[in-house]
């Protein structure tokens, strides 16, 4: 019943979303223009002046977006200096990395926007001023909004803002906010045709749009509607794990298609790990005398024998989107308007892995059945003459694993398709009151997406264990498999019997409304006194279904389970802004602003954040600003309610060959007293160890203080003296700290402590099989860690008087990172990291990063050139080496073809013009592939 009672409740309100979007006023109704000279900006509910908007804001229009010749916005905004990483095309996670801590799944076919580096978890994404629903990919319940499920066609500009905003948005706005400012008004049809493609004709880009609006037409209705189809091709990675390398080193994978084979020879006792001389041989030869002398087909594992799992991989990843929207409003009289608007938006993506590494053992770390299955003597593949025991029925394992790489199955393939609707209704309205104008807003939000994937490449564990038993157990369908003949000896009846196609869902719905009003209250010598007021209410749903195979715990993949969860928050707010001087000398204006928010959460419990600032014009070219905030982010869906699963951390254990490596008779000592064998004979097996993650239902939510000083000159001089049509220079210093950070300790961090300190929080964290093998490290999320962002951003406009038929155009903006640090507990205290200047998991941290465009334009021709700069880092995990500094220069020409009444414009351009490769690093994100796109646009209005 009481689900019931919850679908109708979404159910009709929908229905009044539907409702309210049916304008239907009288004729002759004259439209409610809001006041002109003030808006509301983005970070502010007061409206104001743009021209004294106090808050470090970045503002990218349409021609921003196309002159980057990006075909996403998530694409275009990872290229500002102040995003710190995030999912984007370039990432094909899905099955590499398993699922990350956060609950939130793989993100496969996901961009997401990272500000400070502070996660994309901490970056608020809005459209029009409005919450925007978290993504879905079918992998888990993600904790941030996937940019892809915004249609490209509806952009009018982009807001960023570089500073904490809880007080006014409430939860995840704690490093900055995305608003998304749509198409409103819009005269006539307007159309574009975009394609491009990368050297040699790889990884071809399309995006076709067009819009319709009738321009308001005079009328008391102003509609705009259009759609978009974008399609991006796939591009094969190349290479080997280590970049440069030629042949396969320690960083490929142990799990090979000719198979690997950790087991004690029943003849001396001694462990042996082999794998095929050659293949295949459907019956290979074993004498325990001579393990790998000329009677056996088997030879000692080397690391040349190791798999390269790479070439199978995506290095861009490729996707179809379908988007639509539609904006209106509608005046209804008595300075009351209606505002509706419907997005729509459909992915189709996909990610590839190499095959399937099956491991079998005690050793293995699945944390399935795979761990405990056993090898019978009687399986007519194995060449062994014993039963591999696991050491699951009373009697003691004799082997350790046994590695075989699936690759008669093909590549692990996962395929998504994620919809996504978003409705929203609003009424606003104005009226006197007091010493002036004041408005007010109420909103209705309501919206769903649904993902699915279904994965080829999986085994049924069940059936596998059941086709290496006892050849007396397989019977009926069953087929018994041979893991010991090396690479094409797997049969298709064999795959037929024990492989299955992997069918996930996951889903995630929001309902949001709001109140909102603002005016001023009264009026001092030097100007209003403003106030904004509101509330806000919110339920968000999420849920992950992963194959009924994979939730009994029988697949051989990533192991998942089903979650689901719901919250709802309670909220007011309350802000004031103050002119205290104005037109007074070295006070040419100086404001106040102070606000509050209260937010009630079902899960995490109430949290009441504060922020004030200043802001001040000591004469007309400068101003200078400051502001104190404190912020909050509630634990996500994901995070909370997260079943537990695996993720393949990459981390070098300390223990490994401790009488070889170098390590100090203290590590020795630790490690022998956590399990490790005192004859030094435990060696790594492969460099991605196994560790369980999972959500926690008693997080809380995360707390933060940030504050930003900075300032703008805008010399006057510039333009009054005809070197300048628009000129200024912004300057801010940030720093953000993030307390109660909801993380998991990194695998690294864990065997580090525990082996150089002995650390009990440490050690307990860490599971090995007798061998000494790390078979499981525990990673569940906590409120453990503090973060720390600190920095430095720069931002230069120039734009020149007419000069001939044109101007000529710069804009820079520059980020100087002077601390990135997380800090985590031990046993003793906490452990302070710094990062800046490194690049460690997948991020580059580097001190520099720049974006700097220089055009010139006329009223038919047009020319960019830009130029982005990434800046060196160091990889304290190889040795220190050195990740050196990249710059990539992109450049695009436009025609306003005259002879077409200049409604058509012909633009060309070329990113990566020289073709720069990106630096050599073991996981870099945000570099670029190492290629030149070239790309085409014809646009029309009529």
């Given at each position: 019943m009481?689900?019931?009672?919850y679908f ?7 229905l009044?979303l539907?409702?309210s979007?049916m304008?239907?006023p ?6 409610a223009e809001?006041?002109a000279?003030?808006v ?7 409206r104001r002046d ?8 970045t503002?990218?229009d ?8 990006t075909?996403s916005i998530?694409?275009f ?6 995003n ?10 899905s099955?590499?990395?398993g699922?990350p801590?956060?609950?939130g799944g793989?993100?496969?076919g996901s961009s ?7 996660g994309?978890r901490?970056t ?9 629903i978290?993504g879905a ?8 909004v996937d940019?892809?499920a915004?249609?490209?066609?509806m952009v009018?500009?982009?807001?960023v803002?570089?500073?904490?905003a ?5 939860s995840d706005a ?13 005269k006539?049809?307007?159309?574009s045709a ?5 050297g040699?004709?790889?990884?071809t880009t399309q995006?076709?749009q ?6 308001g ?6 509609l705009?509607a ?8 796939k ?7 280590t970049?440069?390398a030629t ?6 994978s142990?799990?090979t298609?000719n198979g690997?084979f950790?087991?004690t020879?029943?003849?001396?006792g001694?462990t042996?790990?082999l794998t095929?001389k050659?293949n ?15 009677n056996s087909d088997?030879?000692?594992f080397t690391n040349?024998?190791r798999y ?6 995506y290095v861009?990843?490729?996707q179809e989107r379908i ?5 209106f409003?509608?005046?209804l009289?008595n300075?009351?308007?209606?505002l509706?608007k419907v997005?729509y938006?459909?992915r189709?993506s ?7 590494p ?7 770390g ?7 299955v056993?090898?019978d003597?009687?399986?007519p ?10 050491g ?7 082997y350790?694993?046994?590695a075989?790489?699936?690759t008669?199955?093909?590549p692990?393939n996962y ?5 996504t ?9 104005q009226f006197?009151?007091g ?16 993902a699915?994937?279904v994965a080829h490449?999986?085994v049924?564990a ?10 007396s157990a397989c019977?009926g369908?069953?087929?018994p498999l041979?893991?010991f ?6 049969t298709?009846a064999m795959?037929d ?14 309902t949001?409304a ?12 030097a ?6 007021a509101g ?11 992963p194959?009924?195979?994979v939730?009994?715990?029988?697949g051989s993949d990533i192991?998942a389970?089903?979650?689901a969860?719901?919250f709802?928050v309670?909220?007011?707010?309350g802000?004031l802004n103050?002119t205290l001087?104005?037109?007074?000398p070295m006070l040419r204006l100086?404001?106040g602003?102070f ?6 959460y079902?899960?995490?419990g109430a ?9 001040w014009?000591?004469?007309n070219d400068?101003r200078l600003?400051?502001?104190?905030a404190q912020?909050?982010?509630?634990p996500?869906i994901?995070?909370?309610?997260g ?7 990459g981390?070098?254990d ?5 009488n070889?490596s170098g ?5 020795r ?8 064998p005192?004859?030094?004979s435990y060696?790594?097996s ?6 369980l993650?999972?959500?926690?239902r ?8 940030s ?5 703008v000159?805008?010399p006057?001089?510039m333009i009054?003296?005809?070197?300048a049509?628009?000129?200024s220079v912004?300057?801010d210093y ?6 109660d ?5 990194g695998?690294?961090?864990l065997?580090a402590n525990c082996a150089?300190i002995?650390?009990?929080?440490s050690?307990?964290s ?6 000494g093998?790390v078979t499981q490290?525990?990673?569940?999320l906590?409120n453990i ?10 931002t230069l406009?120039?734009r020149?008087?007419?000069?001939g038929?044109g101007?000529?155009g710069l804009t ?5 990172l002077l601390e ?8 003793t205290g906490?452990e ?8 460690q998991?997948?991020t580059?941290y580097s001190r520099i ?5 220089l055009?010139w334009k006329?009223?038919?021709?047009s ?8 800046g060196s880092?160091?990889?304290p995990g190889?040795?220190n080496s050195n ?7 992109d450049?695009?020409i436009?025609?306003?073809l ?12 070329m990113n990566?013009v020289?073709a720069?490769?990106?630096?050599n690093?073991?996981?870099c994100?945000?570099l670029n592939?190492?290629d ?11």
């Amino acid at each position: 019943m009481a689900n019931m009672q919850y679908f109708d409740r979404r159910r009709v309100f929908m229905l009044m979303l539907m409702a309210s979007a049916m304008p239907t006023p009288a004729m002759g109704q004259e439209t409610a223009e809001p006041n002109a000279d003030t808006v509301v900006v983005t970070g502010s509910r007061i409206r104001r002046d743009p021209l004294n908007d106090p808050a470090p804001v970045t503002i990218l229009d349409r021609a921003d977006i196309e002159r980057s010749g990006t075909s996403s916005i998530g694409d275009f905004l990872q290229r500002l200096p102040s995003n710190g990483g995030g999912l984007n095309s370039s990432f094909n996670r899905s099955g590499n990395n398993g699922n990350p801590p956060d609950g939130g799944g793989v993100g496969a076919g996901s961009s997401e926007i990272d500000i400070r580096y502070l996660g994309s978890r901490r970056t608020l994404v809005l459209v029009d001023g409005m919450r925007f629903i978290n993504g879905a990919a079918a992998s888990g319940i993600p904790g941030a909004v996937d940019l892809n499920a915004i249609p490209d066609s509806m952009v009018e500009r982009i807001d960023v803002l570089r500073d904490g905003a809880s007080t006014i948005y409430g939860s995840d706005a704690v490093a900055g906010v995305v608003n998304i400012i749509t198409k409103t008004r819009q005269k006539g049809f307007i159309g574009s045709a975009y394609v491009g493609t990368w050297g040699s004709g790889r990884g071809t880009t399309q995006n076709y749009q067009v819009n319709w609006g009738n321009g308001g037409s005079g009328g008391p209705v102003s509609l705009v509607a259009g759609g978009n189809f974008v399609k991006q091709d796939k591009i094969f990675a190349s290479g080997f794990p280590t970049p440069g390398a030629t042949s396969c080193d320690s960083n490929c994978s142990g799990t090979t298609p000719n198979g690997r084979f950790i087991f004690t020879n029943p003849l001396t006792g001694k462990t042996l790990a082999l794998t095929l001389k050659s293949n295949p041989i459907a019956s290979p030869r074993f004498d325990p005398a001579d393990p790998t002398g000329a009677n056996s087909d088997f030879k000692a594992f080397t690391n040349s024998d190791r798999y390269n799992y790479v070439p199978p991989n995506y290095v861009l990843t490729p996707q179809e989107r379908i988007g639509a929207f539609v904006n209106f409003s509608a005046d209804l009289g008595n300075s009351v308007r209606l505002l509706g608007k419907v997005i729509y938006n459909r992915r189709t993506s996909e990610n590839q892995a190499a095959p399937l590494p099956v491991i079998l053992g005690p050793d293995a770390g699945n944390g399935n059945l795979l761990d405990a299955v056993s090898i019978d003597a009687t399986n007519p593949y194995n060449p062994f003459g014993i039963t591999l025991n696991a050491g699951t029925n009373g009697s003691p394992a004799n082997y350790q694993r046994v590695a075989r790489r699936f690759t008669e199955n093909g590549p692990r393939n996962y395929r998504q398709t994620v919809n996504t609707m978003y409705m929203g209704a609003t009424l606003d309205g104005q009226f006197e009151f007091g010493p002036g104008t004041w408005y007010w807003d109420v909103n209705g939000v309501y919206s769903e997406n649904n993902a699915k994937q279904v994965a080829h490449g999986n085994v049924n564990a069940a059936n596998l264990a059941r086709a290496v038993g006892p050849i007396s157990a397989c019977t009926g369908s069953c087929v018994p498999l041979n893991l010991f003949g090396g690479e094409g000896t797997i049969t298709q009846a064999m795959l037929d019997y024990v492989a299955f196609t992997q069918r996930d869902r996951s889903d995630q719905t929001m309902t949001d409304a709001t109140l909102n009003i603002s005016g001023p209250l009264f009026r001092l010598p030097a100007g209003d006194v403003s106030v904004a007021a509101g509330y806000e209410f919110r339920e968000q749903t999420g849920s992950f279904t992963p194959d009924p195979i994979v939730a009994a715990g029988l697949g051989s993949d990533i192991p998942a389970q089903p979650s689901a969860g719901r919250f709802t928050v309670h909220e007011l707010y309350g802000e004031l802004n103050a002119t205290l001087f104005k037109d007074l000398p070295m006070l040419r204006l100086l404001e106040g602003s102070f606000a509050a928010r209260r937010s009630d959460y079902s899960t995490s419990g109430a949290k009441t954040v504060m922020k004030a600032g200043l802001n001040w014009k000591p004469f007309n070219d400068l101003r200078l600003r400051g502001t104190w905030a404190q912020g909050f982010r509630a634990p996500s869906i994901g995070e909370l309610f997260g079943t537990p699963s695996r993720f393949d951390g990459g981390a070098v254990d300390p223990c490994s060959d401790f009488n070889h490596s170098g390590v100090s008779e203290t590590v020795r000592r630790n490690c022998i007293s956590r399990g490790v064998p005192a004859n030094g004979s435990y060696i790594q097996s492969d460099t991605t160890l196994p560790v369980l993650t999972g959500g926690n239902r008693n997080l809380r939510a995360e707390t933060s203080e940030s504050w930003i000083f900075g300032g703008v000159y805008s010399p006057g001089f510039m333009i009054s003296s005809g070197l300048a049509s628009r000129f200024s220079v912004e300057v801010d210093y940030y720093t953000i700290r993030v307390d109660d950070a909801i993380a998991s300790v990194g695998a690294d961090v864990l065997l580090a402590n525990c082996a150089n300190i002995n650390d009990p929080v440490s050690c307990a964290s860490v599971t090995r099989s007798a061998s000494g093998q790390v078979t499981q490290i525990r990673g569940l999320l906590q409120n453990i860690s503090s973060l720390k962002s600190a920095g430095i951003d720069l931002t230069l406009n120039y734009r020149s008087p007419q000069i001939g038929s044109g101007t000529i155009g710069l804009t820079a903006l520059a980020n100087y990172l002077l601390e990135y640090s997380v800090t985590l507990p031990t046993a003793t205290g906490t452990e302070k990291t710094e990062l800046q200047g490194t690049q460690q998991g997948g991020t580059v941290y580097s001190r520099i990063k720049g974006l700097a465009t220089l055009d010139w334009k006329s009223r038919d021709y047009s020319v960019a050139v830009i130029a982005r700069y990434l800046g060196s880092a160091r990889e304290p995990g190889f040795n220190n080496s050195n990740v050196p500094a990249v710059t990539y220069l992109d450049a695009q020409i436009g025609w306003n073809l005259p002879f077409a009444n200049r409604n058509f414009t012909l633009s060309l351009g070329m990113n990566n013009v020289l073709a720069t490769n990106a630096p050599n690093c073991l996981s870099c994100a945000g570099l670029n592939l190492s290629d030149r796109f070239t790309y085409a646009r014809i646009s029309a209005k009529f």
